[in-house]
C-alpha cells in the first residue's frame, strides 16, 4: 500500500474530529471515505455531479438481460400452446437460455403472459420458489 501525503484540509478534518471526540479509528474510516468519493469525480467535486455518477452507475449493474422482443414472442406463443418452459429450451433454445429463466421471467411479468398459462406442475414450481425466496 502506497503511502499518500495529507493535504491541510485533511489534516484540519483530523484536528476537528478528534477535539469532537471521535475515535482514531472512526476517523481513519471517515477520512478514508471521504477520500474515496472524491477521486470518483474527476475535476472538481461536485456533490450534485458526484450523486448523477452513483446513479448512473447503479443503473448500469449486473447483467443484461438476453430478452429480446422477438424472443419474448417466441416464448410467449410456446407458452400460450400449453408448452413447459423445459419444451421451449428443449425444442428452440438449447444452449441460449435455462428454463429457470423462463419461469423467472413469467413470475416476476417481463413475459406478457401470467403464470396462469404454466400447466399445472409449472405453476407448483413457480409458487414453490416464490415461497422459498420469501423465507
Do not use: C
Not at 35 to 54: F, M, T
Not at 61 to 72: D, E
Not at 93 to 112: C, D, E, M, N, Q
Amino acid at each position: 500500500m502506497s503511502y499518500i501525503h495529507l493535504t491541510i484540509e485533511k489534516r484540519s478534518q483530523i484536528e476537528v474530529l478528534r477535539k469532537e471526540g471521535y475515535s482514531v479509528r472512526r476517523i481513519a474510516s471517515l477520512i478514508s471515505t471521504v477520500a474515496r468519493e472524491l477521486n470518483r469525480v474527476e475535476g472538481e467535486y461536485s456533490a450534485i455531479k458526484a450523486q448523477q455518477l452513483a446513479i448512473s452507475k447503479s443503473a448500469n449493474k449486473g447483467r443484461s438481460t438476453k430478452l429480446t422482443p422477438q424472443l419474448a414472442a417466441l416464448i410467449e406463443s410456446r407458452l400460450q400452446q400449453t408448452w413447459f418452459p423445459e419444451e421451449v429450451v428443449n425444442a428452440e433454445l438449447v444452449g441460449i437460455l435455462s428454463f429457470k429463466t423462463i419461469y423467472s421471467w413469467v413470475h416476476r411479468g417481463f413475459l406478457a403472459v401470467t403464470e396462469k398459462v404454466l400447466r399445472e406442475k409449472a405453476k407448483s414450481l413457480v409458487h414453490k420458489k416464490s415461497v422459498d425466496a420469501s423465507m
